[in-house]
C-alpha cells in the first residue's frame, strides 16, 4: 500500500470528483485488502468477493473520512469490520489436529512433471498451509494475528483497527503467537527439521486435492530467517513470504469498469 500523504491526496481528488484519482486510490488499496481478505476467509473465490465488497465499500465512504485515524488504519479497520460481519454466518472452524493429520496424508516426493515448476508449487503448498494455520485461529485471533504479525501492526493501531483496547490486543497477539508456534515446531519442516511435513512433500496430495492453482512467483522472503536459530523468527517469516501476492485482474476490472459507468459508484453510497 501506498504511504498515507499520497493516498489522502488520492482522496482528495477522487471527492472532488477526479475519476483518474479514484482509480489510483483503488489500486492502490486493492492488493493489501485482498491479502488480507484471503488469510481471513481462506477460500479464494470468497476472498475475491468480499475484496470487491469491501473495495465498493471503501469507495461510498471516501467523503466520510475525517482524518481521526490514519487513513490506512481507516482501510484497515473497514476491511477488518466486513470481513468479521461477513463470517459470522458462514464461519467454519479448523482446527489444528485436523490439520496436522491433513498435512501427514500422502507425504511423498513429487512426482517427475512437477519437477520444472518444484520452487514454484512449493511456495504454493507453503502458501496455502500458512493461510489454513490462520483457519484454525478463532476469528478475534486471527484478524489480531494478522495485524499485528502478519502486517506487523504496533498495538496501538492493530487495537484502533480493532476498535479494542492495546492490552487486549497484546494478549491475543502473544496467544495466537503460541498457538501457531506450538502447531509449527510440531509440523513444519522449514520450522523444525525434526518435524515430518515438507512443502514439496505436500505437492502431489495437494494437487489431487485441487488446492493448487496456476503457479505464480511468490517472493520469498524467509531464507535468511530460515538459516537463524530463533524459532520464533522463522515462523514470522514464513507467515509473511506469500504477502507478495496481487489482486485477481478480473476484481480491479470489475471495479474499474464500474467507475467509468455514467453514476459513479461513490455517488450512491
Not at 465499500?57 to 471516501?62: D, M, P, R, V
Not at 488504519?73 to 476491511?79: Q, V
Not at 490439520?99 to 513429487?110: F, K, R, S, T, V
Not at 498457538?179 to 515446531?185: G, P, Q, S, V
Request: hydrophobic share 40%; aromatic share 4%; with cysteine.
Amino acid at each position: 500500500m501506498h504511504d498515507d500523504k499520497l493516498l489522502q491526496e488520492l482522496r482528495v481528488s477522487a471527492v472532488a470528483g477526479d475519476r483518474a484519482s479514484l482509480e489510483s486510490f483503488v489500486v492502490a488499496i486493492s492488493d493489501d485488502v485482498h491479502r488480507i481478505a484471503l488469510r481471513m476467509v481462506w477460500d479464494r473465490q470468497e476472498a475475491d468477493d468480499a475484496t470487491q465488497e469491501i473495495l465498493t465499500k471503501i469507495i461510498t465512504k471516501l467523503d466520510s473520512f475525517r482524518a481521526e485515524a490514519s487513513i490506512r488504519t481507516w482501510i484497515y479497520r473497514i476491511s477488518m469490520n466486513h470481513l468479521l460481519d461477513r463470517r459470522k454466518a458462514v464461519f467454519e472452524a479448523l482446527s489444528f489436529e485436523a490439520l496436522g493429520d491433513d498435512l501427514l496424508d500422502g507425504l511423498a516426493e513429487p512426482l517427475e512433471r512437477y519437477q520444472p515448476e518444484l520452487e514454484l508449487l512449493a511456495n504454493e503448498v507453503m502458501a496455502s498451509c500458512t493461510r489454513a494455520m490462520l483457519q484454525c485461529l478463532d476469528r478475534d485471533h486471527r484478524a489480531t494475528y494478522l495485524l499485528g504479525e502478519v502486517l506487523e501492526l504496533p498495538s496501538a493501531t492493530g487495537a484502533e483497527v480493532l476498535q479494542i483496547e492495546p492490552a487486549t490486543f497484546r494478549k491475543r497477539l502473544s496467544r495466537a503467537r503460541e498457538r501457531i508456534r506450538r502447531f509449527m515446531t510440531g509440523n513444519c519442516g522449514l520450522v523444525n527439521p525434526a518435524a515430518p511435513c515438507r512443502c514439496t512433500l505436500r505437492i502431489n496430495r495437494a494437487n489431487e486435492l485441487g488446492r493448487l492453482h496456476t503457479p505464480t512467483p511468490i517472493k520469498n522472503r524467509v531464507d535468511a530467517a530460515i538459516g537463524e536459530i530463533d524459532t520464533v523468527q522463522r515462523i514470522s517469516a514464513l507467515m509473511r513470504a506469500s504477502t507478495a501476492e496481487t489482486t485477481p485482474d478480473h476484481v480491479v476490472a470489475t471495479l474499474r469498469n464500474a467507475l467509468a459507468a455514467p453514476t459513479a459508484l461513490m455517488e450512491n453510497p
